[in-house]
Nanobody, 123 residues
C-alpha cells in the first residue's frame, strides 16, 4: 500500500497556471503507475492524466490535452501535474492515484488514492 498526499491546489484566474504535487510514501514508488483524476461539483470523478512507472508513457483526457502535463520524479517519490491555460471548467477536486500496473491506461483500476486538493478557476 502506498500513502499519497496532494498539494498545490488553490484559486487562480482563467488563463493562469498551477502545479499540483503528489508525494508518495511506503513501497518503492517506481513500482507504481500513477494518475491524476478530478471531480467537479455534482459530477462523477473523471480521468485527467496517467503516467507509467518510468515516465515514458503518458495519457491525457481530451479536455486537458495540450494544456496539462504529467511528470514524475522517482527519486523524490513525487508525481506532478502542470496545469496551464486553466479554464473555469477545470474547477474540481484533483486526486492523485497509484496502480500496481506499471503502464496503466484510463481503464486501469487504481487502488490507492490521496485525499485530494481543490482547484478553483475564476472567470
Amino acid at each position: 500500500q502506498v500513502l499519497l498526499v496532494e498539494s498545490g491546489g488553490g484559486l487562480v484566474q482563467a488563463g493562469g497556471s498551477l502545479r499540483l504535487s503528489c508525494a508518495a510514501s511506503g513501497r518503492s514508488f517506481n513500482g507504481y503507475g500513477m494518475g491524476w483524476f478530478r471531480q467537479a461539483p455534482e459530477k462523477e470523478r473523471e480521468f485527467v492524466a496517467i503516467i507509467s512507472w518510468s515516465g515514458v508513457t503518458t495519457y491525457y483526457s481530451d479536455s486537458v490535452k495540450g494544456r496539462f502535463t504529467i511528470s514524475r520524479d522517482n527519486a523524490k517519490k513525487t508525481v506532478y501535474l502542470q496545469m496551464n491555460s486553466l479554464k473555469p471548467e477545470d474547477t474540481a477536486v484533483y486526486y492523485c492515484a497509484a496502480s500496481s500496473n506499471l503502464k496503466p491506461s484510463p481503464s486501469t483500476d487504481f487502488a490507492s488514492w490521496g485525499q485530494g486538493t481543490r482547484v478553483t478557476v475564476s472567470s
